[in-house]
């Protein structure tokens, strides 16, 4: 499978201390197993000047306050509260300056981000979608990604879940309804 360097991004979902350190309030060993097969992925799209683009999941001791159904707090608990340690990317995959990283606020990466108008703008088409939670996160943004009419590939052994039938879900539901599921071996840039 080969992708043009100037249309694909390497999307890397979450991969932050809450979700990949030990000391974590939503730690998952197989998140913090993730973090060499994704940075794999982001040396790959280094390496041919393929963009990578970095989400952080962010909130507000407020955030869901007001809400009438959507609270986050109520399922996890309170987690990566805005200017903490949690919130920022892992030690092991430095953002580089020509990185392009994205707060979110929920588990999709496009709701209410530049993500869409940064993909636009730079003209990329297909994604190289990487990180954690594989059911969450990473299965709703490669969803609204499909969506928008991005081709979203989900790098299969460079995802982070809870349980294996979670990633094995989000895998088998990526691949059979808007995307394409590929191991990192399959990722050949023209």
């Given amino acids: 499978m080969q992708f043009d360097p100037e249309t694909t991004a390497?999307?890397?979902?979450d991969m932050q201390n809450g979700f990949c350190h030990p000391d974590g309030s939503l730690y998952a060993p197989d998140s913090e197993?993730?973090?060499d097969p994704v940075r794999e992925v982001v040396e790959l799209a280094r390496a041919v000047g393929a963009q990578v683009i970095y989400t952080r999941d962010v909130h507000t001791d407020e955030q869901f306050e007001d809400t009438h159904y959507y609270d986050e707090f109520d399922r996890w608990g309170e987690h990566l509260l805005e200017?903490?340690?949690?919130?920022?990317?892992v030690e092991g995959l430095p953002v580089e300056p020509d990185d392009h990283v994205v707060t979110k606020h929920t588990y999709d990466a496009?709701?209410?981000?530049?993500?869409?108008?940064?993909?636009?703008?730079?003209?990329?088409?297909?994604?190289l979608i990487c990180g954690t939670?594989?059911?969450?996160?990473?299965?709703?943004?490669a969803g609204s990604a499909g969506l928008r009419d991005f081709r979203p590939v989900v790098v299969e052994d460079a995802v982070g879940s809870i349980e294996d039938h979670h990633r094995e879900y989000a895998l088998e539901h990526a691949d059979w309804l808007f995307g394409e599921v590929k191991p990192i071996d399959a990722i050949e840039f023209a």
């Fill in 33 to 35: 197993a993730a973090i």
């Fill in 83 to 89: 200017g903490t340690w949690e919130t920022e990317i």
């Fill in 133 to 141: 939670l594989a059911n969450v996160c990473v299965l709703h943004t």
């Fill in 110 to 127: 496009f709701y209410r981000t530049d993500l869409e108008g940064f993909l636009d703008t730079h003209g990329i088409r297909d994604l």
């Fill in 10 to 13: 390497a999307v890397v979902v």
